[in-house]
């Protein structure tokens, strides 16, 4: 498993599909892209129908030869890192409510993503229906 990525967001503090794409698709994301699906032959990525994957992320994902599965946003049955998110919120809340430093929090964030190992993730991926 990768870590997570945190954007870098100026003065409009919002993601949009040009700040996805070039700080995502464009950078981590390509990397870990061509590492591991590089000779697979069609590799699918799971995306949600948020405005932020569309425009200026199309031409990308063809570039790189994804072919994408669109569901619903927040659709917890139909993509498993809903699950994940869920539950590192709950946690942040009841645990870390105290920080109020962003690096702090960005270190809890990406040891609490480091702490999932592959099991838990092949568990959600199982309880999919086909």
């Known amino acids: ?60 994902r063809q570039e790189l030869g994804m072919r994408c599965h669109q569901h619903s946003p927040n659709s917890l049955d139909l993509n498993p890192i809903e699950n994940i998110w869920a539950h590192m919120k709950s946690r942040i809340v009841k645990e870390y409510d105290h920080i109020t430093s962003i690096n702090a929090m960005k270190e809890v964030v990406v040891n609490m993503w480091m702490e999932f190992e592959d099991g838990r993730w092949d568990h959600l991926i199982e309880s999919m229906s086909e």
Not at 24 to 31: A, Q
Not at 36 to 56: H, S
Request: proline share 8%; hydrophobic share 40%; aromatic share 14%.
């Open 1 to 60: 498993m990768r870590p997570g990525v945190f954007f870098t967001l100026g003065e409009e503090k919002t993601v949009n599909s040009t700040v996805y794409r070039d700080q995502i698709l464009t950078g981590p994301f390509k990397k870990f892209w061509e590492e591991l699906f590089g000779d697979v032959k069609e590799p699918i990525v799971m995306e949600n129908n948020a405005p932020v994957y569309k425009k200026v992320c199309i031409p990308i």
